[in-house]
């Protein structure tokens, strides 16, 4: 059987960095805390946790010395109480999620309504809405568009969680723009995101089956397993090599393989070297 493996799977730039940058903040012995999970994987976080890392769910005054903020960055208002609380801050956000930050606080100050298509869950998300002063509007997707509070908007930016699936994103811009009649749109998704995105819309054409690997708690992860299983009903997602099942390799002459942005490399080789001892009759 012949492994296919995606050239973008794993790790992305920012995941990389962010993990870089709490490594060496880790290795000066600082007491570094930061507000969550670094990346939605529960290896990394096992692994950043016993580097001295510790995860907290809200900054008070007994919070510590030096406060991380992830990849997936922090609302102003966090950047303001860690500094209030003299904290000092590792700011290791995404460069990407930056620019959209810069994005929707110059819009906003141009009287725009800033629009997030995104999970309104999530971390970054979060990060996004709370760059601004006016309530940001987030859109889940379509069945989240209330034709009545659009009606009420004049002038729009709408910018997109890096991680989301373009074609959805699309979808929902053109209908926003039947609503609002000026609309400016910023294709904020990643360059990382666009190329993974990219591979999984061919991969499994040219794959008998195809093996996406990451947390359950990723949402890039699941972007790119919804988007295979929609061209190739034999894609399964996984977390570790135990999860995958023989049967479903069962007659396959190739199997693709691709991995979120938060999954380490290691998961990654175990899988390729179980798929690559597996005897199939
Ligand atoms: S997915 Fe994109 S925006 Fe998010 S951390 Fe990775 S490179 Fe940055």
Redesign the pocket.
């Known amino acids: 059987m012949q492994i296919n493996l995606a050239k973008s799977a794993g790790f992305?730039?920012?995941?990389k960095r962010a993990l870089d940058i709490a490594k060496k903040s880790a290795r000066k012995g600082n007491k570094v805390v930061m507000l969550g999970d670094i990346v939605h994987n529960e290896k990394v976080v096992r692994k950043i946790t016993l580097s001295g890392i510790k995860k907290i769910s809200r900054l008070t005054p007994a919070t510590g010395k030096t406060l991380l903020i992830r990849?997936h960055g922090e609302p102003l208002k966090v950047f303001s109480l860690a500094k209030q609380l003299k904290l000092k801050i590792i700011d290791a956000t995404?460069p990407?999620?930056k620019e959209i930050h810069k994005i929707v606080r110059k819009m906003e100050r141009a009287g725009y309504k800033i629009i997030v298509i995104g999970d309104s869950k999530h971390d970054?998300v979060r990060g996004i809405a709370g760059q601004v002063k006016e309530k940001a509007l987030v859109i889940e997707n379509l069945g989240a568009i209330h034709p009545n509070v659009l009606k009420k908007i004049k002038k729009a930016c709408v910018v997109v969680q890096?991680?989301q699936n373009l074609d959805n994103a699309l979808e929902i811009v053109s209908i926003l723009k039947e609503y609002i009649p000026n609309l400016n749109f910023f294709n904020t998704i990643?360059r990382?995101?666009q190329i993974k995105q990219a591979e999984i819309k061919n991969m499994p054409m040219r794959n008998d089956c195809m093996i996406i690997i990451g947390s359950k708690n990723s949402a890039?992860t699941k972007r790119l397993y919804e988007i295979s299983r929609r061209l190739n009903k034999k894609s399964w997602w996984v977390n570790s090599k135990k999860e995958i099942r023989r049967s479903w390799l069962k007659d396959a002459k190739s199997v693709g393989l691709t991995a979120g942005?938060s999954t380490p490399q290691e998961t990654i080789a175990e899988i390729i070297s179980y798929l690559s001892s597996l005897k199939l009759s």
């Open positions: 992305c730039f920012g995941v990849a995404c990407m999620v970054e890096s991680t990643c990382p995101t890039n942005a």
